[in-house]
C-alpha cells in the first residue's frame, strides 16, 4: 500500500470509529481552543503573569515566542506544500477551517511546540496528553489527514528543541 493509500486509510477510519455525537461536540470545542495556537499562547502567558521567580518568568515567556514560532512557520510550510484540506465521500468535515490548506497540522505544530517548551515549568504529561489530544482530534473531525499531524508534531518539536535558549 502507497503512503498516500495508508494516509487516506487511516483518515477514514479516523473519521468514522467512534463517532456518538457527544464524542464529536467534546472534539469540536476541544480542537476549537487550539486555533491560531490561542490555549498555548494563553497558557504562556498567564504563567509569565503568575510566575514570582524570574527564571521561569523567562522559561514561559521563551515557550510564548516558540508557540508564535511555529505558528509562523507552518503557515510558511503551507503556503510551500499547498495540499489542500482532506475530502471524504459522504463524510464533511465537522469543523470549520481557517484555511483551505492541510500539510502540516498547525494544531499539532504549536501543541508539541509548546508542551516541549513548556515542560520545565509545567507537568510534562498533562502538556504532552493534552497535544496529543489536539493532533488526533484533526483528523477526527476530518480537516487534516494523519500524516498533517505527524509532520505538525516534528515540525512543532524541531522549532522548540532548537530554539536558542
Known amino acids: 500500500m502507497s503512503p498516500a493509500a495508508l494516509d487516506r486509510k487511516l483518515l477514514l477510519l479516523a473519521r468514522t470509529w467512534g463517532h456518538a455525537p457527544w464524542a464529536e461536540t467534546v472534539a469540536r470545542v476541544y480542537s476549537r481552543t487550539g486555533e491560531h495556537a490561542a490555549i498555548w499562547l494563553g497558557l504562556g502567558l498567564a504563567g509569565a503573569a503568575q510566575s ?83 493532533g488526533l482530534s484533526r483528523p477526527y473531525l476530518g480537516v487534516h489527514y494523519p500524516s498533517d499531524v505527524l509532520a505538525g508534531t516534528l515540525l512543532g518539536t524541531a522549532i522548540a528543541e532548537s530554539w536558542p535558549r
Open 52 to 134: 514570582r521567580d524570574p527564571e521561569r518568568r523567562r522559561i514561559w515567556l521563551r515557550g510564548v515566542g516558540i508557540v508564535a514560532a511555529s505558528y509562523g512557520a507552518n503557515y510558511a510550510v503551507k503556503l510551500l506544500v499547498r495540499r489542500p484540506r482532506p475530502e471524504l465521500k459522504r463524510l464533511p468535515p465537522l469543523t470549520p477551517t481557517v484555511s483551505r490548506l492541510s500539510f502540516p497540522s498547525a494544531h499539532a505544530t504549536t501543541s508539541f511546540a509548546a508542551a516541549r517548551a513548556y515542560s520545565p515549568v509545567a507537568p510534562p504529561t498533562a502538556l504532552y496528553t493534552a497535544a496529543v489530544l489536539f
